[in-house]
């Protein structure tokens, strides 16, 4: 079997969703789906480290398929981190326990861009175990599902990468948009290129969408975003393409999740250059209804707040049927609104799932009769 001979696809519910198909269900999947609130994940990580398991493609690929044996999910995701970037340029990136990511050595002046980042490295190099990943985790998926890669934005990387840790304001980060325009610029054009590789490899490994996260939207102001953000997520989106297309590789539905970015969600859709825009749950239904009416193509995800899987399962239906009734049953990919925490109870996970196809076969069964 060659690397690109897969086993049939039992479930596409997803790609045709993407493609504005009729569909008997809505399609669901959960950002973080394969992580610590799941008592198997944590089997896996008493026994290795966080980035073992990343770099190891058999580790990797059992973390990626836990979420879809136990709950009727219609796509994996693989498991990694966005921060292998950072890693694989030559930063160090440390996870510790109950705190998440730690550069020792974050960015602090310009300078330290040439010290600490080689830019000769290329991500079908050092990030071969992602792919290796992939290509098994396909396989043994057997057509179960599709398998989504994904990516960190190139503004969302930067900010980690100053700030060495999680920030509430990132002003280390934003210091450098305000004082160091240019070697921004370069910091973040050195990224999106990188970015483009590693999702081109993710989809030539066998990723069947990707999506790009830009976590760190809510600390910019529109102008910062348009400049900073929304300038790298187009030339990614177009680089991948043009790439593809090169490489003869076929095209996979492309997936933004800006998150907290209200204010450019508009943008983002009248590019076209984006199959799926991924909401977080502030989002209101006129924005909902006018990004729809803004590009009749565009395909929505999400938004139900994770804590909303702390409520009962009588409210966790109903939220759900609120949430359908806004997005409708077409061109629409259920998930939750950012990713679920480690606390959050297996049971109502998949209540929510179930919720999800119920009543949206529900909704199509009676549009039909309707007609
Ligand atoms: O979605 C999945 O299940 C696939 C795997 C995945 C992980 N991280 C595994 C992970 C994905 C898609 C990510 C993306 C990611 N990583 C983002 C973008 C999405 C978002 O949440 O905004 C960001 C910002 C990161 C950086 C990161 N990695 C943080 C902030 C943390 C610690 C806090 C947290 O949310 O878990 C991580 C660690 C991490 N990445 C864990 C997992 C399962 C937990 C590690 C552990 O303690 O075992």
């Known amino acids: ?79 990694s981190d966005i921060l292998v970037i950072p890693q694989a340029l030559g930063m160090q990136v440390d996870m510790v326990a109950n705190e998440g990511p730690c550069f020792p050595q974050p960015l602090k002046v310009p300078d ?12 079908s190099v050092e990030l071969k175990y992602v792919y290796e990943a992939i290509t098994l985790t396909r396989r043994t998926l057997d057509g179960q599902c599709p398998l989504i890669g994904f990516s960190g934005a190139p503004w969302t990387l930067m900010s980690y990468m100053i700030e060495g840790k999680a920030s509430a304001t990132m002003s280390k980060a934003k210091r450098w948009l305000y004082s160091y325009e240019k070697e921004s610029h370069d910091l973040l054009n050195l990224l999106a290129n990188f970015v483009i590789d590693h999702l081109v490899e993710q989809i030539a490994a066998g990723a069947q969408l990707v999506q790009l996260f830009e976590s760190h939207c809510s600390c910019l102001t529109p102008d910062l975003f348009n400049r900073f953000s929304f300038t790298y997520l187009c030339q990614i989106a177009k680089g991948v393409r043009e790439e593809l297309s090169k490489r003869q590789l076929p095209s996979v539905p492309f997936i933004v999740f800006a998150k907290d970015a209200h204010y450019g969600l508009q943008d983002l859709a009248a590019t076209g250059l984006f199959d799926v825009i991924s909401l977080d749950w502030t989002i209101t239904s006129t924005c909902i209804q006018s990004l729809r009416n803004e590009n009749s193509k565009i395909v929505l995800q999400g938004n139900l707040d994770p804590c909303a899987l702390y409520s009962s399962k009588e409210n966790l239906e109903k939220f759900v049927r609120e949430m359908l009734q806004v997005f409708g049953t077409k061109k629409y990919i259920a998930n939750l609104g950012h990713g679920i925490y480690p606390d959050m109870s297996t049971d109502n996970v998949k209540w929510f799932i179930d919720a999800v196809h119920e009543i949206s076969k529900e909704m199509n069964d009676s549009n039909e009769e309707k007609a």
């Not at 696809?9 to 009729?22: H, P, T």
């Not at 990797?60 to 994996?76: G, I, K, N, Y």
């Not at 330290?112 to 991500?123: E, F």
Request: hydrophobic share 35%; aromatic share 8%; proline share 7%.
């Open 1 to 79: 079997m060659s690397s690109t001979d897969f086993p049939p696809l039992k479930n596409d519910l997803i790609l045709r969703a993407c493609r504005g198909e009729s569909i008997e269900r809505v399609p669901i999947w959960i950002m973080r789906q394969a992580g610590r609130y799941l008592p198997e994940y944590k089997t896996i990580s008493s026994q290795h480290s966080f980035f073992e398991v990343c770099r190891t493609p058999s580790l990797a690929c059992e973390v990626t398929l836990q979420p879809v044996r136990r709950f009727d999910l219609d796509a994996a995701i693989i498991f």
């Open 112 to 123: 330290d861009i040439t010290k600490q980042i080689d830019r000769t490295r290329k991500a």
